[in-house]
Nanobody
């Protein structure tokens, strides 16, 4: 099982930006597909972005063009650059990891992102 720790969340005004980071340990990071889920209060968790070992990315429609996922295999870290933040982006953001073929994700504890004026 991989251990994941997120950082970079916080309070930001609408239109602002943040960079979320997730440090992984306990595994061969470069083999893993990495992703970011989010869960807003009272809503189901949503997979917002994922990146595989080859650097291929996928995004939820709600964040396309605003969020960018990337990874640095030399640092065992995955990033989520979040731009043009909206009130509805307020959520706890979770880093996830899985070795393909994906049957389950390993989860980090989450980091809170709050968009408020």
């Amino acid at each position: 099982q991989v251990q994941l720790v997120e950082s970079g969340g916080g309070l930001v005004q609408p239109g602002g930006s943040l960079r979320l980071s997730c440090s992984a340990s306990g595994t061969i990071f470069s083999d893993y597909t990495m992703g970011w889920y989010r869960q807003a209060a009272g809503k189901q968790r949503e997979l917002v972005a994922a990146i595989d070992s080859g650097g291929n990315t996928n995004y939820a429609d709600s964040v396309k063009g605003r969020f960018t996922i990337s990874r640095d295999n030399t640092k065992n870290t995955v990033y989520l650059q979040v731009n043009s933040l909206k009130f509805e982006d307020t959520a706890v953001y979770y880093c996830v990891a899985a070795r393909p073929p994906i049957t389950k994700w390993d989860w980090g504890p989450g980091t809170q992102v709050t968009v408020s004026s």
